[in-house]
């Protein structure tokens, strides 16, 4: 089926990635039992740039890179959640919810990771900066952010330059978003999964927007939050799903198989240390500035 890379696991944070597209796309490997798939949690590394992370690398030598997009390809080869829910009434229930998530908590769970100046400089931005190699942590997840901020002003029609004052997120995203997600959590109740006993393609889109709100701690106090903490079955039910798929991920990083995107997995913690990247390249360059410097001051000096 080929080779998922994504972002590397966060197992101090309780989280087997902290990024959205790969979760969802690596929740659907996991609860379809798409065991064909071979898993890759990797470093952004320099010698791959332009490699986008979250993607599925098919037999065919095609990359896939929306979470969306792998779980129809996926689907497509047989390993189709949906399927099951055949001839049930709550078939006909899957569109309509996946596009009330996509449309209304999407939107409030990226504003609030990406778009929240204090949470996107405390939390998100250190966290894909410590999930790059030397220099591409300074290049990424700005980057990233710049592309996500783009994505909910085309989306939300906001203007691309004008400043969005606090009024307008609470109207547009933060208060329709805590309707829904308190909705949701009424429809799950005490069900195990959204749709009854089984999972479906709902539960990965669901807990990979979810698990990162709930267990990145250090985010600062907001409405959405706070109103997903007051929802105890819907806490239970993410936590339920990473302690019942993501066990080997969360173990920790020394049992974690990461790979720096060159297809070189190592074994333990002390091998995810590049020496040429992560410490010969950013020392030459310092040397060569400091070096540049010097010579400048001796040539400027007056005599």
């Known amino acids: ?41 990797t470093f952004q590394s320099f010698k791959h740039p332009g490699k986008v992370l979250g993607r599925l690398h098919t037999p065919d030598n095609k990359d896939i890179l929306k979470s969306q997009d792998i779980v129809k390809h996926l689907k497509q080869h047989g390993f189709d959640l949906d399927a099951g829910f055949a001839g049930d009434e709550v078939v006909s229930d899957i569109a309509p919810f996946t596009a009330l998530i996509e449309e209304k908590l999407l939107p409030a769970v990226l504003y609030t990771l990406w778009m929240d100046t204090d949470n996107y400089s405390a939390v ?76 479906s393609s709902l539960d990965a889109l669901l807990f990979a927007l979810l698990a990162p709100l709930l267990k990145l701690n250090k985010l600062s106090t907001s409405k959405l939050r706070s109103e997903l903490k007051k929802n105890v079955n819907t806490c239970q039910y993410i936590d339920r799903i990473l302690k019942n798929n993501f066990k080997n991920e969360l173990e920790g990083a020394s049992t974690t198989d990461v790979s720096s995107d060159d297809g070189v997995a190592p074994s333990d913690c002390d091998q995810l240390f590049d ?29």
């Open 275 to 303: 020496w040429k990247y992560d410490v010969m390249l950013p020392v030459s360059v310092a040397g060569i500035v400091m070096a540049s410097y010097a010579i400048n001051v001796f040539v400027i000096a007056p005599n």
């Open 124 to 199: 998100t931005h250190q966290l894909y900066a410590k999930s790059c190699r030397l220099p591409m942590n300074f290049v990424v997840p700005v980057r990233m952010q710049k592309r996500h901020e783009e994505f909910l002003r085309t989306l939300k029609f906001w203007d691309k330059e004008a400043p969005i004052d606090d009024k307008i997120i609470n109207t547009a995203l933060i208060t329709p978003a805590c309707s829904v997600l308190g909705a949701l959590s009424e429809y799950l109740d005490a069900k195990e999964w959204f749709l009854g006993d089984k999972p």
């Open 1 to 41: 089926m080929g080779d998922f890379y994504y972002w590397a696991p966060s197992p101090k944070l309780s989280l087997p990635t902290c990024d959205i597209n790969s979760l969802h796309a690596l929740t659907y490997i996991k609860l379809s039992g798409a065991d064909t798939v071979n898993l890759h949690p």
